[in-house]
């Protein structure tokens, strides 16, 4: 062997070890907890104390996050600037997802949570930039503005002018970033934090079956919503109970946390009068629930809800299955959301079937 390929070999040689000591190293560093790897940087610190007393804790950081280099040239460039600005900055703490990570986040819920993220994909919550910033009706009646974003791309880096154009009521209107078109503007982690606090799942202990209701631990919301401006997750627990109007009488309002959390973008007007703007606080028979008394939580769906309590024989005598009940349809007499009475009696009270008693005439 020449000693131009005795030197070559070994130059070779020590790149080939110094790869695997480097790969050796890569897979160590990714098998360590994270409280010695993650809680190195300082940044980092306050997303793992928020990790480390929710629900996900048995679940390590790169489940979800991947690794420098699961993402391929994307992540490895993303975490070396992360390096980057640890030792060029006093204190970097604005390490929040891209939009592009959100999205990509849906995918990881899906591997756990597959019957949640068929039911949202089923719903109206997965629309999409193209089905709500290309839609002709809705763009030609009411100008597109920054506020479309508060709620239908909370995640979205830029502003409405550079998301679409023109911005204007009169159309034809176009996404200025064409492969946005099929990524969904409200994704898992507009209603969902995966830091929130929270407690594992665990099977039901059937030792001492008479104290099973005392050691049950309290259940309350995990849900809330984020908010584009402060770039921060509220749970809803913590979100103002909202008051609401139904003319000059205050209506009640349910005190279920979660609808503190859907009023924030089905949202009234400066006046808080139900069933203005986009509101659907209910009034009517149904004043009093919650949004989620009726709707399925991540489909939204409803088509259930009215058989649930109305039975097939009710005091009306009617099948509550073949009323129109959308709020899509506006002229719909039974929308739930508003409802009333009078709406189908005439403001007769009914008798009820027990009395066997003729029932007033329905309204058509």
């Not at 109305?310 to 005598?317: I, V």
Request: net charge negative; hydrophobic share 30%.
């Amino acid at each position: 062997m020449t000693p131009f390929k005795k030197r070559l070999a070994i130059v070779l040689g020590a790149h080939f070890v110094l790869l695997l000591a480097m790969l050796g190293y890569y897979s160590y560093w990714t098998a360590l907890p994270p409280d010695r790897t993650c809680m190195s940087c300082h940044e980092i610190e306050p997303s793992y104390n928020m990790w480390a007393s929710s629900a996900h804790r048995d679940i390590n950081c790169i489940e979800c996050h991947g690794t420098a280099l699961s993402g391929g040239i994307h992540t490895l460039r993303e975490k070396m600037r992360m390096v980057f600005r640890h030792y060029t900055r006093d204190f970097y703490d604005d390490i929040a997802l891209t939009e592009r990570q959100v999205i990509d986040m849906n995918q990881t819920c899906r591997e756990c949570h597959q019957a949640e993220y068929a039911a949202w994909l089923s719903g109206g919550h997965s629309a999409t930039y193209s089905r709500i910033f290309l839609d002709e009706e809705q763009n030609s009646r009411e100008q597109l503005n920054h506020d479309c974003l508060r709620c239908h791309g909370m995640f979205y880096e830029g502003d409405i002018y550079s998301l679409v154009e023109p911005v204007s009521i009169e159309g034809p209107w176009s996404l200025r970033e064409p492969l946005k078109a099929d990524q969904p503007v409200i994704p898992c982690l507009a209603c969902h934090s995966i830091h929130e606090d929270g407690i594992p799942k665990a099977g039901m202990r059937y030792d001492g079956d008479q104290d099973v209701h005392y050691t049950r631990m309290p259940g309350y919301s995990k849900t809330g919503f984020y908010d584009r401006n402060e770039r921060r997750f509220f749970n809803a627990r913590y979100l103002p109970k909202p008051v609401m109007w139904d003319g000059d009488r205050q209506l009640e309002v349910s005190d279920d946390p979660r609808m503190r959390m859907c009023i924030q973008c089905h949202a009234p007007d400066v006046w808080h009068q139900a069933g203005t703007m986009d509101d659907r606080t209910p009034t009517g028979v149904h004043e009093g629930l919650s949004c989620l008394a009726c709707h399925s939580t991540h489909s939204n769906s409803a088509v259930n809800a009215c058989v649930s309590c109305h039975p097939g024989t009710s005091n009306c005598g009617l099948d509550v299955r073949t009323m129109n009940t959308t709020y899509a349809f506006k002229d719909s007499p039974n929308n739930i959301h508003f409802v009333s009475c009078a709406d189908c009696h005439d403001g007769v009270r009914p008798e009820t079937l027990l009395h066997n008693t003729a029932i007033p005439q329905i309204k058509n």
